[in-house]
């Protein structure tokens, strides 16, 4: 028979999820959110961790983790760093839940299972991150005991990570926006002055557009030195010669 303390931390867990607004936290921080409210919605659970993924092949790539304890941690970079291989992997590539109640000695994962048995972290829980057509990423639950994810954890952890996809599939789309947005503005801002210097050069040499930028691209590698940065030092010497020329002094 179900506790209705675990559809109530279900639901207070839910109505937090429902109320993040990832802009505010960046995405690291919205899916470390998300890992504490599936640790406390999760019956048994000691610990869980979110993990952002995208599928390239037979590999997860991580754009994005986040935990609610350190030992979480731990254990994904085990799984997904050192090893690629335990339940999340699985949950990943099968696009299932998938859970263990003796991972020291589970057949499924010979490498992981036992590794992480020995840090004395004995069941896990694995719930994908299903939207239509692809998946997000990944739940991954633990707890120190044996056999805790009964078949009432697994159906709570599964209400759980339909609304969850959809919150970690709106973070990453947002923290993507920000990131072109940023670059956008960067160039909007460099653009100018790296044409500048090119025309700096061409005036200097004779060289075409193109010779100018892989002079100016030559010289940012060389001296390790940003492009915008390599181009506005050009600029600011061409104007000052012009000003040393004419008698003119920087206005004050």
């Given at each position: 028979m179900t506790?209705?303390?675990?559809?109530?931390?279900?639901?207070?867990?839910?109505?937090?999820?429902?109320?993040?607004?990832?802009?505010?936290?960046?995405?690291?921080?919205?899916?470390?959110?998300?890992?504490?409210?599936a640790a406390h919605a999760i019956p048994g659970a000691d610990g869980a961790g979110v993990t952002l993924l995208r599928m390239e092949g037979p590999v997860n790539r991580i754009e994005a983790l986040a935990t609610?304890?350190?030992?979480?941690?731990?254990?994904?970079?085990?799984?997904?760093?050192?090893?690629?291989?335990?339940?999340?992997?699985?949950?990943?590539?099968?696009?299932?839940?998938?859970?263990?109640?003796?991972?020291g000695g589970e057949k499924l994962w010979p490498r992981f299972g036992p590794r992480v048995g020995r840090l004395g972290i004995n069941s896990a829980l694995a719930l994908p991150l299903l939207l239509p057509g692809h998946i997000v990423g990944a739940i991954n639950v633990y707890a120190r005991g044996k056999n805790v994810f009964d078949d009432r954890a697994v159906a709570i952890g599964e209400l759980f990570a339909a609304p969850a996809a959809?919150?970690?599939?709106?973070?990453?789309?947002?923290?993507?926006?920000?990131?072109?947005?940023?670059?956008?503005?960067?160039?909007?801002?460099?653009?100018?002055?790296?044409?500048?210097?090119?025309?700096?050069?061409?005036?200097?040499?004779?060289?075409?557009?193109?010779?100018?930028?892989?002079?100016?691209?030559?010289?940012?590698?060389?001296?390790?030195?940003?492009?915008?940065d390599v181009a506005q030092q050009l600029v600011d010497e061409a104007v000052g010669r012009a000003r040393a020329r004419h008698g003119d002094t920087p206005a004050t």
């Open positions: 506790d209705r303390s675990d559809f109530e931390d279900l639901q207070s867990s839910l109505m937090a999820l429902a109320g993040l607004v990832s802009g505010t936290t960046g995405l690291e921080g919205l899916l470390g959110q998300v890992a504490s409210f609610s304890h350190p030992f979480v941690a731990e254990i994904d970079e085990i799984q997904y760093v050192v090893l690629n291989e335990g339940p999340c992997v699985t949950a990943a590539r099968e696009r299932r839940t998938v859970r263990s109640g003796s991972l959809v919150a970690v599939h709106n973070a990453g789309v947002l923290a993507q926006a920000l990131a072109l947005t940023t670059q956008l503005q960067a160039a909007l801002v460099s653009r100018p002055v790296i044409d500048q210097a090119i025309g700096v050069v061409r005036a200097r040499s004779g060289a075409t557009s193109e010779e100018a930028f892989a002079r100016l691209r030559e010289i940012s590698q060389r001296e390790h030195t940003k492009l915008v």
